[in-house]
Each structure stands twice: as structure tokens, then as C-alpha cells.
């Protein structure tokens, strides 16, 4: 099954002109311990693969093509990979991932994962808001990503969460930038990093929030190609605003 998952993504990649999906935090710095307390590592084996964050008690949100990787588990409260308690930090998951989806370029890259028991809130662990749909996301706003990926391209992944700040890009900038490269962006998504800048995210840490003031507005879901020399085309994040009917659903059910 683990070869069959791997083989499935390499074909993904590979149909997509080699684009990379999102992670490596480029230019980073080491996180605090006593924040961003909502970070999740999504694994498979053991292994982290994906970013998320955690959203309430029983739900950990992240990108839905992470699920193409066979992730098996989540783990919380903790910014160092080599300290993970497995009674107490690591949890098994269900998948719930956005009934439109079906793969990144077209959007809807977003998915919930149920957690196998409620996570405890504490001084190393909190859930953090849902961007409202109300509010307006302005160009050039700073905000923040953050991940356990590699900090150049291609390297292996750190052990230590990094964070990088990055500018909102302008939609109909970012547009005309894709299309440059012969790309329709999908929609519903958000920009921000990789462009006009040599801070970004990069293969490996898809799923992570972009997160603005203290609300997580965006999803990683992807950038231009493997290559994480920025600048280039902008980095590119699922618009959680949007898509906030569907998540408030799955919570109020517990299931999905």
C-alpha cells in the first residue's frame, strides 16, 4: 500500500509539470515553545508529510491532497519532532476531505481529520480561529507559515517547527503571474509569499496554515515546480473564509 501511495503522487507531481506541493519553510526562523500551539505534524509511519492545524477538540484541519500520501496519524503539542510522546501527542485519524475535491490544481484542496479522541487543551497545546468570512484580507497584509520541512530545495526535513513571515499577494496579480506560466489558477484560494520576496513554502509541509494576526485565513496547497529559489510565481493557499459552511458542518456532526 505505502508503494502504491508513493507511486500515486509521483503521478500526481509529474502531470503537473514537476510543481511542487507545499512545505519547506524557505528562510525561516525557529518558532517559540510557546507558540503556535495549534500545529500539527501529519504523518505516515511515523514520518511527518504534511502540516495542519488544530481547529477544535476532535479536528485538525489540512490540505486534502496530504491524504494521497496514506497518512495514518497527527501529532500535537509539540515543536520538536525527535520529543513526541506517542500516548499523549500522537492520534489516529479519519479522513474528511472536501467532497469536490479532486486534485490540487483544480482547488478545493482542503480536508478535516477526525481525531480517534479529544485533544486536551494546555500550555503546550491550543486550537487556534477560523478566519471570518466577513472580514477582507488586504494586499501586501503580513502574516506568518510556518513547518517541519527542508530550508533549501530538495534538503531532508528539520526536527524543529520554522516560521517565515510572508506579504499577501494581490488575487488578480497572482493570477496574471500563473498565467504567465501557462496556468489557471483555481478558485477560492488565497497568495501570499514566493513572489517579489525569497521567503515562501516548498515541498513537504503542505496542509500548514497561513496565518494572519491570530486567525488561520489560508491552507498550503501549492507553489511553481520543485524549485524553491524565490522569487518566482506566488505561493499558493487554500481560502478557509470560503469554505467555512462546509467545516462548521462536519463539526457540529463529529463525522463526516
Known amino acids: 500500500m505505502h508503494a ?4 500515486f503522487v509521483f503521478c500526481v507531481l509529474t502531470s503537473f509539470g514537476g510543481k511542487a506541493l507545499g512545505s519547506e519553510i524557505i528562510n525561516g526562523k525557529k518558532t517559540q515553545k510557546r507558540s503556535m500551539k495549534y500545529m500539527a505534524s501529519v504523518q505516515n509511519n511515523l514520518q511527518h508529510i504534511c502540516g495542519g492545524f488544530l481547529i477544535s477538540e476532535e479536528f485538525v484541519l489540512t490540505a486534502a491532497h496530504c491524504a494521497e500520501r496514506c497518512l495514518t496519524s497527527v501529532v500535537l503539542g509539540t515543536h520538536d519532532l525527535r520529543k513526541v510522546d506517542d500516548a499523549t501527542m500522537r492520534y489516529g485519524v479519519k479522513i474528511c476531505e472536501h467532497p469536490s475535491y479532486k486534485d490540487f490544481t483544480t482547488g478545493d484542496d482542503i480536508m478535516l481529520l477526525k481525531l480517534s479522541r479529544k485533544a486536551q487543551m494546555s500550555e503546550r497545546l491550543q486550537k487556534i480561529l477560523l478566519a471570518d468570512p466577513e472580514s477582507k484580507l488586504k494586499d501586501n497584509t503580513l502574516c506568518r507559515v510556518a513547518g517541519w520541512g527542508a530550508i533549501v530545495t530538495n534538503g531532508g526535513y528539520v526536527d524543529k517547527l520554522l516560521k517565515v513571515k510572508v506579504n499577501v499577494v494581490n488575487t488578480n496579480t497572482c493570477k496574471e503571474q500563473w498565467k504567465m506560466i501557462n496556468f489557471e489558477l483555481p478558485a ?16 513537504g509541509d503542505s496542509g500548514g496554515p497561513l496565518v494572519c494576526g491570530d486567525t488561520a485565513v489560508g491552507v498550503v496547497s501549492f507553489n511553481w515546480r520543485a524549485n524553491c ?5 506566488p505561493n499558493v493557499y487554500t481560502d478557509v473564509s470560503k469554505y467555512l459552511p462546509w467545516i462548521r458542518k462536519i463539526l457540529a456532526q463529529k463525522s463526516c
Open 229 to 233: 529559489d524565490y522569487p518566482n510565481a
Open 4 to 7: 502504491l501511495c508513493t507511486l
Open 188 to 203: 477560492k484560494v488565497i497568495c501570499a509569499g514566493g513572489y517579489q520576496t525569497k521567503e515562501g513554502f516548498c515541498q
